[in-house]
DNA sequence: TCACTGACGTTAGAAGTTCTAACACAAGTT
DNA sequence: AACTTGTGTTAGAACTTCTAACGTCAGTGA
């Protein structure tokens, strides 16, 4: 495919304006990120813009595309970095990958996973890099195999299956997926607790208890 | 302390405000709260509700005061209706009763654990009502005294005894608090998650993998 | 009872915001 | 060279928060 010199042109200004915009959010939060704004740093007037995005929503829907897709490449460089590595170190090597990217840069990971854009529905693509990640992780720890775990609530193993088939990706033990969902979920609460600033007033250091539950992770607790 | 019929009737009309200020948060998000339009919704113009609100912030501020005091009425009922029960029966009382107050009203869990409010600084009187949450939570756990516990990260064990001795409890097991905090985080990963509506395209039930967490908890998982 | 003070609501308006419409111009294409 | 398309402009509608100035009316003290 044949890239344009115009079209070219314009990727640049579609980049510059996400750039502006990512500062926007790490200042001011998603509020703060206003097309008026950004289009007058970029020394064009406002409606100039809406050339490049059909509106704000549309502007913010790629900012969130692109930080899916960042967050995925990340995680999958560590699962690459640790290839041949035992699987705890792996399942380590995740969950610092993961951590690493969400702390340096809180206002991506609280678009990803803070409150919702009221009446945003998240286009199919995206949902899809979001898996991706999640993928990522299912794949390093399923390593070892079926874990040994306690009871499973009636009902979920058999929504566990259905999803993974849902997923496309063949038959996974639902062992294995519910080990991976309570593993992501216990690493987002530490994480989205740290990063909206909920343990300011406490004064102790997070990416200690991250550890713990890494540890209690890698354990299989 | 007398109040006037002024007084009472400027309470009131505070009241009305927020009442549909928060008709607004579970309708629009928090972007979606307007001064204006709640004004208009109360047959007054916009400027007469900065009488009872210093600004737009400030009303914000009322309503996460309010969630935070709920939130802490809500469970530290469940404390009281379990006084004489056995500890895990009072311990699934309260995650129950923790996880209801924000599936009933996910708009409120998002203000109090969602993106932070860009600028905004928790007032001392907000900050320990959120407080009365932690220790109604630490109480219930704390019942069958410390809890055998893997490796404590290094550091961590002086950090929660210092946050302890800050919110002048007096002395608690630092293993206690470890056990309260993360158990805490885990609940919280999972309701956020499901809050924020990132189960959504999975299909398959957060109240089940809720009380898998909370299954692993009073088994000491 | 009269006068005063303070609370409350109004309109006007400044400075923002998103976003559309109409227009101008320059850059590719035929 | 003529035409089409992309990209910028200004104008303006409909919002937003929030301040200022001005009535009006209720409650209080003399």
């Known amino acids: 495919m044949t890239t344009t010199r115009r079209e070219r042109y314009r990727e640049e200004t579609r980049d510059e304006a996400k750039r502006i915009a990512l500062e926007q959010l ?8 206003s097309v008026n704004a950004i289009a007058k740093r970029m020394g064009v007037t406002g409606p100039a813009l809406y050339r490049y995005f059909k509106n704000r929503d549309d ?3 790629e900012l969130i595309r692109d930080a899916w897709r960042d967050l995925a490449e990340a995680v999958e460089a560590s699962v690459a970095d640790t290839a041949d590595r035992p699987r705890d170190e792996r399942v380590r090597g ?13 206002h991506r990971y609280l678009l990803l996973f803070g409150s919702p854009l009221p009446g945003y529905h998240a286009p199919q693509d995206t949902i899809a890099l979001a898996h991706r990640t999640m993928s990522a992780f299912i794949g390093v720890l399923a390593e070892s ?16 299956r259905e999803w993974a088939r ?7 033990d639902p062992a294995v ?15 989205s ?15 200690l208890l991250y550890r713990a539950e890494v540890d209690s992770l890698v354990r299989g607790g």
């Not at 790490?26 to 990120?33: I, M, Q, T």
């Not at 849902?166 to 996974?172: C, D, I, T, W």
């Not at 997926?177 to 994480?191: D, Q």
């Open 166 to 172: 849902s997923r496309g990706e063949g038959e996974v």
């Open 177 to 191: 997926l519910l080990t991976s969902v309570r593993a992501f979920t216990r690493l987002h609460g530490v994480l």
């Open 26 to 33: 790490a200042g001011l939060g998603v509020e703060g990120v």
């Open 94 to 106: 995740f969950a610092d990958a993961y951590r690493a990217w969400a702390v340096h840069q809180p």
């Open 145 to 160: 195999g079926p874990p040994a775990r306690p009871v499973t609530p009636s009902g979920l193993d058999g929504q566990l």
């Open 193 to 207: 607790l740290e990063v909206s600033g909920q343990f300011g007033p406490m004064g102790f250091d997070p990416a």
């Open 59 to 61: 502007l913010l829907t």
